[in-house]
């Protein structure tokens, strides 16, 4: 592998590694390519994680307000599409309940490297706009350095009880 | 075809510790019936009643929750029927309330006021489905839907109520959220 391939590289395993640093027992999704193979493929295969497949990625938000009374921390995994879908649910279910509910939303189509708001894809570009608007902070995870941020994000989010999105910029890869 | 609110106070007559969360028409009539700490309303986004309620029966699986939901907002969240049926929370009571209408939002017709729930859910393998359409036969089944493992899903056929517009903004308080919390945790 080349320097840069390895600077650009994100491990599924570490993504999850960092959700269980961070104690999150459900992950509520819809399928989305980008995390498909790397990262929801590993997660229904573990058993420290109770998946809940949904049919449409507004479902999330109210199954993970519901969890939030006993304590359970969810990760709600969609496509950068569902968050756009679901943004009724955000706005009334996260934003204006102030509950700690966190969004995992893969970038589908974005160029590796390069930042969300440059993208090519104009459904890309608009994520962090729309997030800043709705005033959720949020962070982009490209590589295996950037996981770090995952933990402290869930972590944020339940020390604030407040709604937080960790954008998945790099393909996750499957191997360990 | 039954009388809502009737319905309601015979439920109300019934419940102990569930936890019931109710949205829109069912849930004013619910908070003047039955007025508790463990009560949740559904609010944010309509259809969403029941996504809230399976959260809650899995963070809570002692408990049981029981869902007072319409068939406008079921319509809006038609798949959750296919989420809670894989899921099968033990715990799990849904209840629909059909009046064929967005009631709420003045009376206007659902897209098809003769649509079968009872049906949608047991194609989504709810297998403890029922409809009643009658009110003693609501007041048979009271005992055994608190109790049925879960889910069970009923579809109760009712008069259209008062058109709005009703005001959620008491129901919809963070302190009710905040005393739903409360009495959990005193349970714990």
Known sequence: MTTTAAALTLRGATIIEQMKKA????????????????????????????????????????????????????????????????????????????????????LLGKEPGTPPAESRRFGVRIVEPILDVLGIPHVCIETDDDAPAISAMFDDAWRESRPRAILIGGRPEARA | MIDRRKALELLARKITDEIVVATYSSASDWIEISDRALNYYSSGAMGLAS????????????????????????????????????????????????????????GHPIP?????????????????????????????????????????????????????????????????????????????
């Open chain 1, 23 to 106: 104690r999150v027992s459900h992950v509520l999704s819809v399928p989305d390519l980008h995390t498909s193979h790397g990262l929801l493929a590993p997660i229904a295969q573990d058993p420290d994680f109770q998946l809940i497949r949904v049919c449409k990625e507004d479902e999330c938000l109210g199954i993970a307000a519901g969890l939030t009374y006993g304590d359970k921390r969810a990760a709600i995994l969609v496509q950068y599409t569902g968050f756009l879908y679901a943004m009724n649910a955000i706005r009334g279910v996260a934003c204006e309940q102030k509950l700690p509910i966190v969004l995992m939303i893969g």
């Open chain 2, 112 to 188: 098809n006021p003769e649509a079968d729930f009872e049906g949608h859910a047991r194609a989504a393998q709810i297998a403890s489905a029922f409809t009643v359409s009658d009110i003693e036969s609501f007041e048979r089944k009271i005992d055994w839907f608190l109790s049925a493992p879960g889910p069970v899903f009923g579809c109760v056929k009712v008069e259209q109520g008062p058109l709005g517009p009703r005001s959620y903004k008491d129901m919809y308080k963070a302190e009710r959220r905040a005393a739903l919390r409360a009495a959990l945790t005193r349970a714990d």
């Open chain 2, 51 to 106: 996504s809230h309620g399976l959260g809650l029966a899995l963070a809570r699986p002692e408990r049981r929750v029981v869902v007072l939901d319409g068939d406008g907002s079921l319509l809006m969240n038609l798949g959750t029927l296919v989420t809670i049926g894989r899921v099968a929370p033990k715990n799990f009571t849904h209840l629909v309330f059909q009046n064929g209408t967005y009631e709420a939002n003045g």
